[in-house]
């Protein structure tokens, strides 16, 4: 995998270290995840809720390596050629047309324009040719975004570090990159993919890590409203949602409640930045009712000190 003080990691503390070090807070289960995937030269699948930090772990792993990121967001119609490799079409055409113009006549064979000067890397072939001591970082994100038959494209690639150009031949990695594919599950993904890969499960942070990262990552927040608001995001995540808030809902909160000169949370302070964790009008409604509902049990409860902070769901 990567270096730490000159040699490669030695084992998944020291990339939970690395991570740290770039302010990106990860668990032992998914530091473990990485430093396997990069030591035995698997594709590492990652599944989890929108917002869990699949994603940002890829992106903190470039940068705890100082190295190449390489990305490929999958959508549904993705080609090959917009994955793997395409070629030159209109510098062909061009060369077409320069011999064409000159004296010589000089017919152009098939293996002079399908050769590696017209060829153009995509993402796969990119990381696959990728030259250095330290691997890039390839991130397929939202593979189950993509279409089942693009799934195949990929089986050469994620089990051999090799891509195939039939005019040329089968290109394979020097340096096997560090591949990291994420999904949402919003379909299934084959067998043949997931045997091919490694499988690491993001969950959502317990409270007192989720604390650590909003410190982290909007350091103009005070203690209180970290604690308060980390509390009424794990409340909100236990109610009947389309669309449970992660992380980075939490962040851009805590961060829009920082903005607004929040520094200790009310009612009045949720229901006006809800837009940054209700992603829909039927949870913005049951995140309402659910607050309205304790003010309701306050009341008939026996009364305890006043308090400024936020009465959670």
């Given amino acids: 995998m990567v270096r730490e003080t000159g040699i490669f990691f030695r084992d998944a503390e020291a990339v939970r270290r690395g991570l740290d070090a770039v302010g990106h807070v990860v668990d032992d289960g998914t530091a473990t995840a990485l430093f396997l995937a990069g030591i035995l030269h698997k594709p590492l699948l990652v599944e989890g809720e929108p917002g869990v930090g699949k994603t940002s772990a890829a992106l903190a792993l ?3 390596l100082d190295t190449e990121l390489i990305r490929l967001q999958c959508y549904e119609g993705l080609t090959a050629s917009e994955a793997l490799y395409e070629w030159n079409y209109q510098r062909q055409l061009l060369s077409i047309r320069l011999t064409e113009a000159s004296e010589a006549r000089t017919r152009l064979k098939d293996a002079d ?6 060829l153009q890397d995509r993402p796969l072939l990119r990381a696959v040719r990728h030259r250095g001591p330290v691997p890039p970082v390839l991130l397929i ?7 089942d038959e693009f799934e195949a494209l990929l089986f050469e690639f994620l089990g051999e570090n090799a891509i195939t150009v039939p005019e ?3 290109f394979t990695a020097d340096t096997p990159p560090i591949v990291v594919l994420t999904s949402n599950r919003s379909r299934e993904l084959h067998d043949a993919l997931r045997r091919r890969c490694l499988y690491h499960w993001i969950d959502f ?8 990262i909003l410190r982290r990552t909007v350091r103009e927040a ?3 409203l970290i604690a308060s608001a980390t509390a009424f995001i794990g409340r909100v995540r236990a109610l009947d949602l389309d669309k449970p808030p992660g992380m980075a809902e939490a962040i851009d909160w805590v961060s829009a409640l920082t903005a607004l000169q929040v520094t200790r949370l009310a009612r009045s302070d949720v ?3 809800l837009s940054t964790i209700a992603k829909s009008a039927d949870d913005r409604t049951v995140i309402t009712q659910a607050l309205d509902d304790f003010d309701s049990a306050e009341r008939t409860a026996p009364r305890e000190p006043a308090g400024e902070e936020v009465r959670q769901p």
């Avoid at 324009?113 to 017209?118: A, N």
């Avoid at 994100?141 to 279409?147: G, K, L, M, N, T």
Wanted: proline letters at 12%.
């Fill in 168 to 170: 040329l031949g089968t």
């Fill in 271 to 273: 229901l006006g930045t």
């Fill in 62 to 64: 470039a940068r705890t």
């Fill in 113 to 118: 324009l399908f050769s590696e000067e017209y």
């Fill in 205 to 212: 942070p317990p409270p007192e890590r989720a604390a650590e």
């Fill in 222 to 224: 005070n203690e209180p």
């Fill in 141 to 147: 994100d939202e593979i189950d975004r993509a279409d």
